[in-house]
C-alpha cells in the first residue's frame, strides 16, 4: 500500500544532498568546541535569526528546557499560552528540570492577547513566585500552524521589558512563518531573548535543532546543554544535514503550505470541519463534528486506507503536510476521505 504519512513534518526524511553532506563532514569533539561543522552550523543559525550566538542541540524539547533552565530559577514562575508545546508535550520538563512552575494564558489559535499576560504577571508580595519569563510559540502548532502576528510579539515582548521579563521563543517552525508572510525569521526574533528552532520538522534534517541568543545567554546554554546531557562529541555528521537545511530547504516550504490550503479547501467542500482560511501554514485542523463521529475513528477509518494523521483531541484530527508529501499525494488522500465521508 502507498502510505500518505501527515503525522507530522518531523517523518521527513533527509536528502540525498544531507547524506552526502553528512558523510563528508569534517568533524572534531564539539564538548571541547573543536568540530569545525558544528561552528559553521552555529555560527550560520544565529546570523538568520539575527542573534549573536547560538547552540546545536539534540532536540527541540532539549532545546525549550535549556532556554527555560538558563533564563529562570527554582521557584519562579513562567508564562506560557495555554496550549503551548512547552507546556503541552513538554512531560511536565519544566517542573522537573527548572524547578519552576508554569502560569497559563489562554490564547486564540496560541495567540494570546497582551493585556491577558500584562495581568498574570505577579506583583511584588511575599506570598507570590516571582515572574521571570515569557514563551510564545511560532508557528502555533496545537493552534494548527498560526503565525503569530508581529505586532502581537512585538506588544507581548514590550510588556515583558516593562516588568524585567525574558521572552523565549518557541520557533520549531519560525521559517514556515518567514515563508508563509515574507517577514524574515529574524524580525521576529528580535522580540525574543532567546529562540529555539527546529532543523528535524519541515526542514528535513534527521535530527537536532538551534537555540539562539547573546552570547553570554548561549555561553551559559552551553553548560546547561551539558548538565542535562546533550553535549555531543563528533556531532558534525548531523550539523551537516543541518546546513544543508538551512541553505536549501527553507524556501520549498511554501510547497507544503499550498499542499496544506489544498488540502482545507477540498476538505471543506466535502463537508469536513474546517476553515481553509486558518490554514497559514502547514497544518489543517479538521473537526469532525459535522460527521457525528469522534475523532479516534476518523484516525482509524483513515489509517486502514493508508492515510496517516494524528487525533489532537476527541473532536480533532490535525493533518500536516511536508518535503515527503507529494501533490499526487494529497489528490490520493482527498480521494479517501471522499470515500469515507460518502460511506457514513
Ligand atoms: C516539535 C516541537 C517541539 C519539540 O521538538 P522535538 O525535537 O520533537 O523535541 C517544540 N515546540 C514545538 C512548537 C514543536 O512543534
Known amino acids: 500500500m502507498n502510505i500518505v504519512d501527515l503525522r507530522s513534518d518531523t517523518v521527513t526524511k533527509p536528502t540525498d544532498e544531507m547524506r552526502i553532506a553528512m558523510a ?16 559553521k552550523l552555529e555560527s550560520l543559525a544565529a546570523e538568520m535569526v539575527g542573534k549573536e550566538a547560538a547552540l546545536f542541540v539534540p532536540s527541540g524539547t532539549m532545546g525549550n528546557q535549556v532556554c527555560v533552565m538558563t533564563h529562570t530559577q527554582r521557584g519562579d514562575e513562567v508564562i506560557v499560552e495555554a496550549e503551548s508545546h512547552i507546556y503541552y508535550y513538554e512531560v511536565g520538563a519544566m517542573a522537573v528540570l527548572s524547578g519552576v512552575q508554569a502560569r497559563t494564558v489562554r490564547g486564540v489559535r496560541g495567540v494570546m492577547d497582551p493585556d491577558d499576560v500584562r495581568k498574570a504577571i505577579r506583583d511584588k508580595n511575599i506570598h507570590f513566585p516571582r515572574t521571570s519569563l515569557v514563551t510564545l510559540e511560532n508557528t502555533h502548532n496545537r493552534g494548527g500552524g498560526k503565525v503569530l502576528p508581529l505586532e502581537n510579539m512585538k506588544a507581548i515582548y514590550e510588556i515583558a521589558k516593562e516588568h524585567g521579563l ?9 521559517f514556515n512563518a518567514q515563508v508563509a508572510t515574507g517577514i524574515p525569521a529574524k524580525e521576529y526574533c528580535a522580540y525574543a531573548d532567546s529562540v529555539m528552532f527546529c532543523l528535524s520538522k519541515g526542514l528535513a534534517a534527521p535530527v537536532g535543532s538551534i537555540v539562539a541568543g547573546s552570547r553570554e545567554f548561549i555561553e551559559r546554554a552551553r553548560k546547561n546543554r551539558k548538565m542535562l546531557g546533550g553535549g555531543m562529541r563528533q556531532a558534525g555528521v548531523l550539523a551537516a544535514a543541518g546546513i544543508v537545511a538551512l541553505t536549501k530547504m527553507v524556501d520549498r516550504l511554501a510547497e507544503d503550505h499550498d499542499n496544506a490550503k489544498l488540502l482545507a479547501i477540498e476538505l471543506a467542500k466535502m463537508g469536513y470541519g474546517v476553515d481553509p482560511d486558518h490554514v497559514e501554514t502547514n497544518m489543517v485542523m479538521v473537526s469532525t463534528d459535522p460527521l457525528h463521529m469522534d475523532a479516534g475513528t476518523l484516525v482509524r477509518k483513515m489509517h486502514e486506507r493508508g492515510v496517516l494523521f494524528n487525533a489532537v483531541s476527541s473532536s480533532t484530527v490535525r493533518l500536516v503536510t511536508h518535503k515527503d508529501i507529494s501533490r499526487d499525494d494529497v489528490f490520493r488522500a482527498l480521494e479517501h476521505f471522499e470515500q469515507v465521508i460518502k460511506s457514513i
Open 24 to 39: 563528508q563532514a569534517d568533524v572534531g569533539d564539539d564538548v571541547y568546541g573543536e568540530d569545525p561543522t558544528v561552528i
Open 166 to 174: 525574558n521572552v523565549h521563543l518557541d520557533g520549531a517552525r519560525i
